[in-house]
């Protein structure tokens, strides 16, 4: 079985998708990390070729054996993995790791791209999604030492510069959008489980699943 969920960054998808992998005993593949490892490789001058990453299911991110997870989300790798994940080479090295990862096992995969690009056979495709100004007040609460109209301000340039190319944020026509804005995480994660039973449901009357 395969879960993809995208949407733009704080839009909830990394809180769902945890909750969907542990209800539905999933995998748990977090494309935003790979790109922010990558961001870090780069940064410390590895070369692409050589960097290798490794999430663990208890979600710790290695970096060439090194665990850098609390290295990942600082305001400096937000932008640079955003730059770096427009460049075409990274994202083949990375889309190849994915589908690797996806292949012969029940996963649910959150990004981008996923349901576009990644996994464009997904049994389910979830779309979350929220205004800037309340991505912008969630993140607050992640980063309480960085004023709002400053989140606000790189959360509007980080969309447009994640949305543009490689199927990025393009919603497929087979998905189900789940808007997020003034609603509680576990009403989303509720509605999330729903839409992927009943598509479940579907699948498995009509057809086979992946993995
Ligand atoms: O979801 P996140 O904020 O951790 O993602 C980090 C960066 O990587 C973000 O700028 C968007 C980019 N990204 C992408 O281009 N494609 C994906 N599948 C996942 C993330």
Redesign the pocket.
């Known amino acids: 079985m395969q879960i993809a969920i995208d949407g733009p960054?704080g839009s909830g998808k990394?809180s769902v998708a945890r909750a969907l992998a542990q209800h539905f005993q999933c995998l748990l593949v977090?494309?935003?990390?790979m790109?922010?490892a990558v961001a870090l490789g780069l940064m410390r001058r590895l070369k692409l070729s050589d960097i290798q990453i490794e999430i663990r299911p208890d979600e710790r991110v290695l970096l060439n054996g090194d665990d850098v997870t609390e290295q990942l989300y600082t305001p400096e790798i937000?932008e640079l993995?955003?730059q770096v994940?427009a460049r075409p080479e990274v994202?083949e090295f990375l889309i190849a790791q994915q589908r690797a990862l996806a292949r012969d096992r029940a996963v649910v995969m959150e990004?981008?791209?996923?349901g576009s690009v990644?996994l464009p056979h997904a049994d389910v495709k979830l779309y979350l999604d929220a205004s800037p100004e309340e991505r912008a007040r969630r993140r607050c609460h992640e980063r309480p030492n960085q004023p709002y109209e400053e989140i606000l301000a790189q959360m509007r340039a980080?969309d447009a510069?994640?949305g543009v190319g490689?199927g990025?944020l393009q919603i497929a026509p087979d998905t189900i959008v789940i808007r997020t804005d003034g609603r509680t995480l576990d009403d989303v994660i509720a509605e999330a489980v729903r839409a992927v039973e009943a598509a479940l449901q579907r699948r498995s009357t009509s057809g086979k699943l992946n993995g």
């Open positions: 960054a990394t977090n494309t935003g990390a790109y922010r937000d993995a955003s994940a994202r990004g981008r791209d996923i990644v980080r510069r994640d490689f990025r």
